[in-house]
């Protein structure tokens, strides 16, 4: 093995090092983790388990709100959330169907939500404005038409 | 000695005669539907683009995710398995001195197998009983029919890979102590992992078939959606690394160069092989269940791909300047003057290496876990494997037609149909930048995937997204017009092209190359230590899967 390729091969190795760190960092000591919820649900009694027997938005703390949703061919409840700007929101949800994608576009809000599974995810919506919120897994016939909107005040 | 002296026979008269004609024929089989596929999804895929621009309103037996299924299914399953096969069966046949008897009776009852499970995974496609698309995640569930089609096509991929092995084996036999011919290294690798990585899918449909019949109440998702993912991804990993063969041991040769380091080769090889599996856990960075220990285990697992492939950069540019060089190139840069860019043969697989360098930057960064929480199932994933597939690996097997077609066919590749080669990869590079550029683009804005035309009820944010679907249409425009110019210079070689007789181009190895251990041929080995990365990423995901699955879904048709 030549020289130069030994300093190639011990940059490329670094630099998947530096991948690695900066994934652990972010993921470990910030927090920032994909959402990964464990609990599970029997998918066919979505409605009678709680909290998604009473899907809806909730007021938690200074400017935080809970939501608690469903997505269903081809929908999300609630839909059309109203928060303030500044709120830090949490997201629970699950599926009573077919596997859907829980995206709100212009933020880093996506997880997949798969019947059976309960998922998390958080964020903090600073920007006022109306943000689409979408399904990104094809869930069936009617999959473009499923969105609704997050006003932030 | 009596097959020894029949191997030199059949060495000779490979020499003299070219490939033998039954042989010849195999190949020649593959290559037929494989561009019969490239047509037919290309078409598909432009309805798409059509379509999803708004340009196209598709009819009512004819649904977006009708024409997805088939586009996904023709391009990213035959397309590529009957290319590889066609390929590696004809290098097999060339490098170990014809294929045995058995074998060729095997290849044929794979192709049998592969095309009626075709047959029957499209008819419920055609009739909307299976527009579940090409990753069938249950608990849609299609027609059962459709799975079985699934496991015959798997099935006959089998029948291939032990084909490849028992001609490989009867090789070694005749020549021990003596290395594989680096083409037929490859094609054991390839087989290798069609084989062990087709296996989880063939778990996951045999789950499938008695619950989408109904003997069989609900479904595991998650561990099928798993299961998937460990076939899906180690899936277009294979056809990278056919088109990796075609980089290491045809392109030095078409440039009248030699081959880099035989040892080192090899070790890609291997590395490929054994680090695969593992890598599918990437498309599940986003989904509940997975501890975030165990995804950060798998992004580990996942990057280490990158490594072997930043070896073969190197080697690639290495082998371009040496040659370069040698023929006269001078400074730090006059050697890839010296490249032969007028030849479709050298240009095609060097765009696809050099888009190798995008599709693969993508690839580690969309694999890392919070920057994969941007990117996950939003355009920027088509864009990224329209890249990778579309045009690394595509390209690479376009280049790979030029010789490989008048050669199956005993003919040769004329300056006419060399120069509309040039103009079609011109054209796929400029439609590939349109269309994958774009799809990168929109999909950072938030555009999601496999989703018809809509604007999400007047959504200002959708709206802005027109323009890249518009251009993503225009790039569409300019690859159906490469697919067409590229079917057309398939067929043509294959039945018209003036008879005479073509080369299988393998490079030599280098003159002071160093000698390559024998170690290198230990297949078993490499086998365990694959099955054991395997079960280091997949035993505690799939064993906590099973133990602590929630109750199953029962099958459900949302189209």
Redesign the interface.
Known sequence: ??K??MI??AL??GM?MA??L???Y???ALE???????E??????VDETAPFDQPGIKKIGENEYEVVMTMQ?FSFNPSDIEIPAGATVHFILTSK???H?F?V??T?I??????????KITQTFDRPG???V????????G???M?T?INVK | METALKESYIQKVNRYMGLQREDARISKSYLFVAFVALLLGGILGLLQGLNRAGMLELPYWLNYYQVLTAHGVLLVLVLTAFFTIGYFYAGLSHTLGGLLPKVRKMAWIGFSLKIVGFVFAVIPILLNQASVLYTFYPPMAASPYFYIGLVLIVLGVWMCAFGAFINVAHWRKNNRGQNLPIFSFFATGVFVLLFFGSIPVAIEVFMIIPWAFGWVETINVMLSRTLFWAFGHTLVNIWYLTAVSAWYVIVPKVIGGRRFSDTLTRIVVILLVVMNIPGGFHHQIVDPGISQEVKFLHVFMSLSIAFPSLMTAYAMFSVFERTGRKQGGKGLLGWYKKLPWGDVRFLAPMIAMIAFIVGGAGGIVQSTNQLNQVVHNTMWIVGHFHITVGTSVILTFFGITYWLVPYISNRTLTPKINRLGVIQTFIWTVGMLFMAGSMHYVGLLGAPRRTSYTTYGESATAMGWDPFMILIAIGGVLLIVGVLLQVYAVFHLMFRAPKGKTEFPIAEREEHDTYTPYWTERWGNWIVIMLLLIAMGYVIPIVDFTINAPPGSPPIKTW
């Open positions: 093995m030549s130069s390729e190639w091969l490329s190795f998947l991948f690695m900066a994934t652990g972010q993921t470990f920032m983790g994909p959402p990964s919820h464990g599970t649900i029997d998918p066919q009694k061919i169907d077919v596997t994608g995206q576009a212009g880093n996506n997880a997949m939500v798969m019947p059976g599974h309960i998922q109306e943000y689409l979408l399904c990104n897994e094809y869930c069936g016939a999959h473009q038409l969105s909107t």
